[in-house]
């Protein structure tokens, strides 16, 4: 393919949400520009962007997905995107490699909360938008409608650059309010060829109604548009066009248009537009980096060949027989094929061997990537998602791609003992993969757990742990790390004597117990006068309550905060030993600690959610429900509030898809361990019970 300059990429991600066209859009851009040869199904599992077997399988996108359109001499980049809320985070990077949007809204079901969510996100980095209304030959199709909704929910600034002639199965064609023609498309057209007519008479009213809205529209972000407009000044098409461009760079007008990318209606049109309306790599507002490996100060970054080179890799995808592949925009300067690059995030040089562009799952290898465009390169050592590739003569650290948290946690197990090791290696691939996928290990309750978006984005990933690595791994509801501690005061002896013949073992002494503040922890205070217990054999007897205190009291957790004063005792000068002295001590935590009213505590989150507020109500009622405790609300914006409350974890498993269930998705949260406090006697006798059963249970399978 042809080397593409700045000026002439277009970087456009694809975004809305799930099973609204985006991925039969992508796949009919590129094919009706020729740049793809087959125009896939989602049926039959044929799209160019979605070919994992995974979402083939579940028919919608999980990972985003790279092809390009060549079209009017310019190279359009084009990122296909999930839309499910659960595979989110790759929305956000396509986003973030991108210069502008197509937001795709399904003309059955209008705008929907991923749809917003995008929006909101595109919105938030500046990039223009543009909508397109899919699904127009579907039945129930109705483009006014969707117009209205994204008019009211998304934006008011949106304005029909295109309506539809027909709609469901009558659906034939788009009226180009710019050039006020009629295209009439080719029934049975593979590649959308179209017939350029007049205006059909039925169509006149609606015609004149929609242009007057879009010349008064981009008029009024222009002053001296406006003047001339108002003078009375017919303004021209082209002039209209780059009225048009100037306010999406500005977000002052968001344009609308209509399509079937099934049918690959108003897909040759749709092409021409990105081309004239979006911005080039060249004409985006320049990005400030970290100059330097230390980052201390920063420098502009502008995408012009020139420069010194710099990119973000924005996505990893792990390929059998292949190994990683990164995807990233090159934001400054050129990089060649073979060449040695430098990582400034992780101080490593690597190699650009094979230097590809995507189509789909296809690459094909070029020999220079110019500022702007967007590429691909296997097999680099130690580079990963969120690294900045530049040169070690001017190194610098693009801003990151901010990922969403993990909402869900569960507690992993390789399904056979024998795969520990594997599943370790492959849940950590994963993570390089998709950094919304997390994985831990608590060594309180000796689990691993992962993290994710949704329950259906950890589905996902097990199956591709099973696909890619052949690990089978079950999931279960994570334990809580609970813990004991005492609230009364109490003191008795520990002693330790065993004989049995030869030199036999004693140890003796008397402790007092007493609580702490809560997070103050252990201390061992040792009030021994007189030598009735050597200094010696002290220290064992610390050693001795600590090692005791981690089997806990009541439940088997960790007793903390609480005081032990090491007071009185004796010893035999040949039968003591540091060993004995250690067996006395736990005797003695043994038989003091349960007359001190030992208590459990349980860990509370401090939880965030921000919620619309005609769920309020519901949301509050679920968190009283989880013995949730009110700390406060504000409204960060008209119509939505933001309440702040302490959840016990126990409480918070599967959480966020019960608030997506009571939102219907609107709702986000954020949640941050915040310490522990006591447990109601109720619940507390609850886990003492179920560790009992536990403990019986393992005593019989021993």
Known sequence: MREYRATDIRNVAVVGHGASGKTTLVDALSFVSGSSKRHGSIKEGTTLTDHTPEEIERGYSISLGCAYAEWMDTKINLIDTPGYLDFHGDAVAGIAAADGVICVVSAQSGVEVGTEKVFREAVSRGDPVLFAVSLMDKEHADFDRVYQQVKERLTSKVVPVEIPIGAGPGFRGVINLFTRRAYLYTPGSRSGEYTETEIPEDSRGAVERYHQELIEAISATDDAMLE???????????????????AMKRMDLFPLFAVSAEHVIGIQAMLTELVQLMPSAFEMEEIHAFKGAEGDHTVEIHAVDTNPFSALVFK??????????????????TVGNGQDVYNATRDGVEKMGHLCVAQGKERIEV????????????????????????????????????????????????????????????????????????TSYNAETHETIIAGLGERHLDVSLAKLRRKYNVSAELTKPRVAYRETIVGRGEGQGRHKKQSGGRGQFGDCWIRMAP???????????????????????????????????RGILAGYPLVDFEVELFDGSYHSVDSNEMSFKMAGILGFRAVAPKCKPILLEPLDQVEITTPDSYLGDVMGNLSGRRGQILGSDSPEPGMTTVRALVPQAELHLYATDLSSLT?????????FHGYEQMPADAAQRVVAEAAKSRKEEEEEA
């Open 516 to 550: 702490r503040p809560r997070g103050a922890g252990y201390a061992f205070v040792d009030k021994i006068v007189g030598g009735v217990i050597p200094s010696g054999f002290r220290p064992a007897v610390d050693k001795g309550i600590q090692e005791a205190s981690a």
């Open 664 to 672: 219907h998705g609107h709702a986000t949260y954020r949640r941050r």
């Open 316 to 333: 990893t995808v792990s390929e059998p027989h292949v190994g990683e592949v990164s995807y990233f925009r090159v934001f400054s300067g």
């Open 367 to 438: 020999s220079v990537l110019h500022a702007g465009d967007i590429g691909c390169v296997a097999k680099l050592k130690n580079t990963h998602t969120n690294d900045t590739l530049s040169t070690r003569e001017h190194p610098v650290r693009l801003p990151q791609v901010g990922f969403p948290e993990p909402v869900v946690h569960f507690a992993v197990h390789a399904a056979s003992r024998n795969d520990e090791e594997k599943l370790q290696q492959g849940l950590h691939r994963l993570h390089d993969e998709d950094p919304t996928f997390e």
């Open 228 to 246: 001339r407009y108002l003078e009375g000044v017919e303004i021209g098409r082209d002039e209209a066009i780059q009225g048009m461009k100037e």
